[in-house]
């Protein structure tokens, strides 16, 4: 018998409207702030998911990826907050290995949407 090893990938956007939108109210320099801060803050908070998900801290956990919707929503990382609204759903359904997979899915898609957000085009108008 020959294992398979799976590497689920998806394909990660930035809604790149949503930030040309950021840029266009708050000027360059205060786009690039928020950008910044988010992006921060969403590698923070991933991190601090994974740590709430190994000391089985469900509550915790639910309230951590809870907040990383707005973030992410912010920064149109759309992809991100729809998967974190997917944990948040399997906390409440009480369903432990569908919240483990759907969390390695936050993680993975997010980490890649903080690479891909710094990959794009000059976005000043």
Do not use: F, N
Not at 2 to 19: G, N
Not at 74 to 96: F, H, P, R, T
Request: hydrophobic content about 45%; aromatic content about 2%.
């Amino acid at each position: 018998m020959q294992l398979v090893q799976i590497r689920p990938t998806e394909q990660i956007r930035v809604d790149q409207d949503c930030l040309g939108l950021l840029y266009t109210q708050l000027g360059e320099v205060g786009a690039e702030d928020v950008v910044c801060r988010a992006s921060e803050e969403l590698a923070l908070r991933m991190s601090h998911c994974k740590r709430l998900h190994q000391t089985q801290d469900r509550a915790g956990l639910r309230k951590s990826v809870h907040r990383l919707i707005g973030i992410a929503e912010q920064i149109g990382m759309a992809l991100v907050s729809q998967v974190a609204a997917d944990v948040i759903a399997c906390i409440d359904a009480k369903d432990d290995i569908a919240t483990a997979a759907t969390l390695s899915r936050l993680i993975r898609s997010g980490e890649r949407s903080l690479t891909a957000i710094w990959d794009l085009p000059d976005l000043t108008i």
